[in-house]
């Protein structure tokens, strides 16, 4: 946990090293998959027309005309004529996954080879792309994703969300970057579509329900680099209730236990809770101390951290608010593990998902 903290804590401190003198020899087009009207969407997709950036084009996609969030985005593009942006009604026969049926015909009509898929409820800064792009310019990168921070969270539900992304995930992330197994996140997620068709492009990803995860690891496969940019990206959190947290982090659990299977039991050493419990068991004999001050030490050093991580990742200082729900948070990843073990069942926008091994989807 210590050395997870302090690897992410030096990724943020690291400046991009750009070898980009002309970016407009890279432009790009920004794919936005629409559904519904997040909290905060419309600020959140002005944010993408104000970039400082010499030639991207703005492509979003919507399944349905009478989704609320085609109304806003058409206000939008009336209202920044000067940006290229253009809007793709319905979905392409590509799959099982809803988001990769909605991304399809813009994908595909996109003018520019770099493409950046970005969820709808992120919001950037005007320097995002200048910060980016550098490392996809780099022709052994394959991709470049970001560490997601959760800002602007209203209610339990949103301060269990920032706890959970501005520090485990975040360090999550960090870790498995730094071992050689690359987590991509479609909140972030810049790619060559010359280097994507090596292996069927967005298409291809259709039959994965983590489109995203499977794009960095078929980069992988080619021999190609998945960058993690030191800057995170921010999802506006807003509204967000304790239901909508769980059954977030239960979809995402059984995403991660169908790709790994092996490997997602060991998600309960990242508990301060769990791995507390098992100190608590061995080193109070050895070094001849009580359990209750082992207990003590090490949870609150544990919270010393996450603190300090998530006030740097999401840019904001950690309150006793935060402070809360990160107990919460610790108390609730047990019930939630047992909860995402029951089944391989996942509920995401209205529509029952079963999952299979490697995370296909029928």
Request: charged residues 20%; contains cysteine.
């Amino acid at each position: 946990m210590i050395f997870g903290t302090f690897l992410t804590l030096k990724r943020l401190r690291t400046s991009p090293k750009s070898s980009v003198e002309d970016f407009g020899a890279y432009p790009v087009s920004i794919l936005k998959p629409l559904k519904g009207v997040d909290s905060g969407l419309e600020a959140n997709l002005q944010s993408f027309l104000e970039l400082d950036y010499p030639h991207y084009e703005l492509i979003f996609c919507v399944a349905d005309s009478r989704d609320p969030a085609f109304a806003v985005a058409s206000d939008l593009m009336t209202r920044n004529p000067g940006i290229r942006s253009r809007i793709f009604i319905g979905e392409t026969d590509s799959g099982p996954n809803p988001k990769v049926r909605n991304m399809l015909a813009g994908y595909e009509a996109a003018t520019n080879d770099l493409i950046l898929i970005s969820d709808s409820n992120v919001r950037v800064r005007r320097d995002y792309l200048k910060r980016m792009v550098p490392h996809a310019a780099d022709p052994k990168v394959g991709l470049v994703t970001a560490i997601v921070a959760g800002v602007r969270a209203e209610g339990w539900g949103g301060a269990l969300e920032a706890a959970f992304l501005n520090a485990y995930c975040a360090r999550g992330m960090s870790l498995a970057f730094s071992a050689g197994k690359p987590i991509v996140v479609g909140k972030s997620m810049l790619f060559s579509r010359k280097v994507a068709e090596r292996f069927g492009g967005l298409r291809s990803l259709g039959r994965y329900l983590a489109e995203d995860f499977m794009a960095g690891e078929a980069m992988t496969q080619l021999g190609m680099k998945v960058v993690l940019m030191q800057d995170p990206v921010e999802q506006h959190l807003g509204v967000y209730s304790v239901r909508d947290f769980w059954s977030r982090h239960v979809r995402w659990g059984r995403i991660r236990k169908s790709q790994a299977p092996l490997v997602f039991p060991f998600e309960l050493l990242q508990s301060s809770f769990c791995t507390g419990a098992l100190g608590a068991l061995a080193i109070p004999g050895i070094i001849g101390i009580t359990t209750t001050s082992f207990l003590a030490a090490h949870l609150s050093l544990w919270a010393f951290c996450d603190g300090w991580l998530a006030s740097r990742i999401s840019r904001r200082r950690f309150s006793s608010r935060g402070l809360f729900a990160w107990a919460a948070r610790e108390a609730l990843m047990l019930p939630l593990f047992l909860q995402v073990i029951a089944n391989n069942k996942v509920r995401w926008r209205g529509q029952t998902i079963y999952l299979r091994a490697g995370g296909v989807i029928d």
